[in-house]
């Protein structure tokens, strides 16, 4: 898969995993991109590890897409973690 496919399969697998997860994220699609590509990262990480599949060359492949999305939501879940208490201040 191409640099530039694998983008627009971040951005993607990032869209979905936001629309999946109930309450407001925040960033942009800037944000939503970085995320993605992480998230589509560590799903094929954790896909290569269990199932021995690749979702580098896959893009059809809808365990792919399982994957890149369920790494995208534990990516998303983290940075909600991390900014969290961003903004806030203390009175």
């Known amino acids: 898969m ?16 936001k ?13 939503t991109l970085i995320l993605g590509v992480v998230g589509a990262m560590l799903g094929g990480w954790i896909a290569g590890g269990i199932f021995n599949l690749d979702i580098y060359n896959s893009f059809f492949e809808p365990l792919a897409w399982v994957f890149a999305i369920g790494g995208a939501i534990i990516v998303l879940l983290i940075w909600g973690l991390v900014t969290k208490n961003r903004g806030r201040t203390r009175a």
Do not use: E
């Open 2 to 17: 191409g640099f530039l496919v694998f983008l627009i399969f971040g951005l993607i697998a990032g869209a979905l995993a």
């Open 19 to 31: 629309l999946i997860l109930p309450g407001k994220q925040g960033g942009g699609w800037i944000t």
